[in-house]
């Protein structure tokens, strides 16, 4: 569901569980995406090889705040009282999301991806990390052009 709102609002999305890849491909794969999104865990760590500008959404909690940040992204968050419904009837569905709210979140996303993109109107921007000491990890610019 996550993944066809994703397509639907113009992102080339891909449903993955990391766990089931290779480390090479994992890295791989992070290395190419602009967009992480996925509950709170450990597939969120990889954020740390993202590109730099990109967007990383949590879907449970928001601990992954200061990571996102301190790497050079944005952290966007789904409200926990659309999240982690256990019980719904008797039966356990650990990841019921509110797909309204998933595709407010996208919307959210691509506003940001579009304001940190390499060529806003044909015209190159110089993209600056929010931390000086990262600087040597940064490129020019985001590379979601």
Known sequence: ?????????GFAAQ?????TLPIRK??????????????HGNGITWLQFLPP????VEMVGVWYTPYALLWGHKHFHSSMRNNMAYKLGGEFKPFAHNVTEVEDLLVKVRTHLDATSCAQGGAAIDYKPPNDRLENLYKDCVPHC
């Not at 569901?1 to 609002?9: G, N, R, S, W, Y």
């Not at 449903?15 to 766990?19: C, R, S």
């Open 53 to 56: 500008g990109s967007a990383v």
């Open 15 to 19: 449903a993955v569980a990391l766990e």
């Open 26 to 39: 994992q890295l791989e794969l992070i290395t190419s995406t602009d967009v992480l999104m996925g509950m």
């Open 1 to 9: 569901e996550i993944a066809a709102a994703a397509t639907k609002q």
